[in-house]
Nanobody
């Protein structure tokens, strides 16, 4: 079982920056890929960026060059640095973690979501 707690959302003007954090806790064998997804009103949840435990990253074309995902394995925390924010980045951002339980079953955990609003 993994619990994910996000923080760092809020209201920002276009062109501004925000940094999201997501800390994993609970009882599990390991955490592998961690990532960020977002969902705007009326839209499906979409991938923003992911990062493996080894640091390999993947991100959506819409955020390349503006958003950076990173993680601290010792703290079991993943970050999303968001720069040059646009109105269309407005959404609820969800943290995701894939891992293994102590009984070697797959874990797919989601955070509760944090609102990011980009508006002047």
């Amino acid at each position: 079982q993994v619990q994910l707690v996000e923080s760092g959302g809020g209201l920002v003007q276009p062109g501004g920056s925000l940094r999201l954090s997501c800390a994993a806790s609970g009882s599990f064998r390991s955490i592998g890929v961690m990532g960020w997804y977002r969902q705007a009103p009326g839209n499906q949840r979409e991938l923003v960026a992911t990062i493996t435990s080894g640091g390999a990253t993947n991100s959506a074309d819409s955020v390349k060059g503006r958003f950076t995902i990173s993680r601290d394995n010792a703290k079991k925390t993943v970050y999303l640095q968001m720069n040059s924010l646009k109105v269309e980045d407005t959404a609820v951002y969800f943290c995701n973690a894939l891992g293994l339980s102590h009984s070697m079953t797959r874990i797919n955990g989601w955070g509760q979501g944090t609102q990011v609003t980009v508006s002047s």
